[in-house]
């Protein structure tokens, strides 16, 4: 008869078999976290290339701004003194008539833009 101490699968041996299978469960679970994190970081790679080319091209619908105009020169062209008369030349000399020219041709353009 067989007994127990010669029966192949003792309670020795079934542990050892549950400890190898939890070792290789465990080393799975380590493997597929790496394999995770290394499909993450490749993915955030290529997003920040995409983001950083994006960047780098110019956008072509923009208009070009002009390098100076004659207000924003007559602007820059203030006393620095703090006197109080001073002070009223400067404003006085400030043409605050035409500040708002560029607004109608701006509605004028999104009014055009929006009846497209």
């Known amino acids: 008869m067989n007994t127990e101490e010669n029966h192949p699968l003792n309670q020795e041996g079934v542990q050892g078999v549950l400890a190898e299978e939890h070792k290789a469960s465990k080393n799975m679970i380590i493997v ?32 070009t701004l002009p390098a100076t105009d004659e207000q924003t020169e007559a602007l820059k062209q203030v006393s620095t003194s703090d006197e109080l008369d001073a002070i009223e030349d400067d404003l006085d000399m400030t043409d605050l008539d035409n500040l708002d020219a560029d607004l109608a041709d701006l509605e004028a353009e999104i009014e055009a833009g929006l009846v497209e």
Not at 36 to 61: C, F, H, K, S
């Open 32 to 63: 597929v976290v790496i394999a995770v994190i290394v499909v993450v970081l490749a993915l955030m790679y290529m997003w920040g290339a995409r983001v950083q080319e994006n960047m780098q091209t110019p956008d072509e619908n923009l208009p």
